[in-house]
């Protein structure tokens, strides 16, 4: 989990997601930072197992791809080190995916009517154990991993597909003692 808090990890990753397959070059293009240093986060990355190389192209040029779509850690059980890595990741992930979506209603004007129609939001309150909200989860991830080839595949993508982000956050909103 620390290997991915880095914030040009982070980046990386999330440009894998949208564009498919990058070479340190083209990842240093989306993300704004220096070819060295996305060849060195990438081997870094692959080190821990999130990325591997896709192709190998003229001279020492290669291509990454995630090794993986989507993540799942806890900072429930294990060590006292591994919960504070993964609250700290989690606090990142959460602090950039709100980033984005503020980004998105500061320029939603700007977007075609059809996308207007699909985006927002939607908010629902539950009364569920533990026990139901867990098998809610699980029935919208299945729905969301129909469409997870994509993001290695961008052959598999419709014309007028864009990359979009889809947030689930499920917690109670006051304590079991209330």
């Known amino acids: 989990m620390r290997a991915i808090t880095h914030p040009v990890r982070l980046a990386l990753i999330e440009a894998l997601g949208m564009e498919g397959p990058l070479t340190a070059t083209g990842a240093a293009e989306v993300i704004g930072e220096s070819p060295t240093t996305c060849s060195f986060h990438f081997r870094q990355l692959a080190k821990y197992g999130f990325v591997e190389q896709a192709s190998t192209g003229p001279g020492r040029t290669r291509s990454w791809r995630l090794t993986a779509v989507g993540m799942h850690f806890s900072d429930v059980g294990g060590d006292t080190e591994a919960r504070i890595a993964a609250g700290a990741l989690s606090r990142t992930l959460r602090e950039r995916s709100l980033a984005r979506l503020q980004a ?75």
Do not use: C, K, N
């Open 104 to 178: 998105y209603y500061e320029t939603r004007a700007g977007y075609p009517e059809q996308w207007r129609e699909v985006t927002g939001h939607s908010e629902f309150m539950l009364h569920v154990t533990p026990e139901e909200l867990r098998a809610v989860d699980e029935e919208i991830t299945a729905i969301l991993r129909r469409f997870r080839d994509r993001i290695g595949r961008p052959e598999l993508r419709p014309p007028d597909s864009l990359p979009v982000e889809v947030l689930l956050f499920a917690y109670p909103v006051r304590s079991p003692a209330q």
